[in-house]
Every structure is written in structure tokens, then in C-alpha cells.
Nanobody, 126 residues
Framework: VQLQAFGGGLVQAGGSLRLSCVAS????????MGWFRQAPGKEREFVAR????????YYADSVKGRFTISRDNAKNTVYLQMRSLKPEDTAIYYC????????????????????WGQGTQVTVSS
């Protein structure tokens, strides 16, 4: 499975960006997808997750109300709409596919994800 993330860039505080992640070479529709981020000098942290069927979403407190995760199983794509961006949102953003198909509970730990995209840089200027 290959994940290709794109859509990052430089934006002013208060602005918006939409990240996309396209999966290829494997099954997409029966796995939850997540977004993580890693800022310079910090550990990778969970951002958002959507279940395989879209019925369940989960967000980190730091992005709740500002970010929205969605998916289009017909296009093997997961999105992260980011609004009201803050300088502290600056990081490399990674998409990831769950290890377990149709997982019935949310997992926010990186170890729950098997495949990772290469990351896309998001920089928010103040």
C-alpha cells in the first residue's frame, strides 16, 4: 500500500488548507484512516481519525472544531480540511492506514497504523 499526501503549503494565521491523501496498491475502503503531524523537535502526534465506513471520527483536542477529516472510498482518498490555522499547527502532516480492517474502536496511537504517507509540510505564519 502506498499513501501519497499533498496539499500542504504556507498560509497566514487564520487561513485554511485542505490536505489530501491518495491510497494505491491495496485495500482502502475497509480500513480506518488517520492524520498525524510532527513539528520540529517534537514527537509525532495524532490529529484526526475516521473509521472505515465514515461513521466515527475522532480529533485531538488541539484541532477540534477547526479541522475536519473526511474520506471518499470511491477515490481511495482521505482529506483533512484545516481552518483557522495557528502558527502552532506548523508541522509535517502524515496520513496513515490502520493495521486492522473494520476496527471497532478508535485508536490514536501511531502503532495502530501500518502504512504511512511521506508527509506534506504545513507552515502557518503569524
Amino acid at each position: 500500500v502506498q499513501l501519497q499526501a499533498f496539499g500542504g503549503g504556507l498560509v497566514q494565521a487564520g487561513g485554511s488548507l485542505r490536505l489530501s491523501c491518495v491510497a494505491s496498491g491495496g485495500v482502502f475502503s475497509t480500513y480506518a484512516m488517520g492524520w498525524f503531524r510532527q513539528a520540529p523537535g517534537k514527537e509525532r502526534e495524532f490529529v484526526a481519525r475516521m473509521s472505515w465506513n465514515g461513521a466515527s471520527v475522532y480529533y485531538a483536542d488541539s484541532v477540534k472544531g477547526r479541522f475536519t477529516i473526511s474520506r471518499d472510498n470511491a477515490k481511495n482518498t482521505v482529506y483533512l480540511q484545516m481552518r483557522s490555522l495557528k502558527p502552532e499547527d506548523t508541522a509535517i502532516y502524515y496520513c496513515a492506514r490502520d493495521r486492522v480492517p473494520r476496527r471497532t474502536y478508535d485508536s490514536v496511537t501511531a502503532s495502530a497504523y501500518e502504512y504511512w504517507g511521506q508527509g506534506t509540510q504545513v507552515t502557518v505564519s503569524s
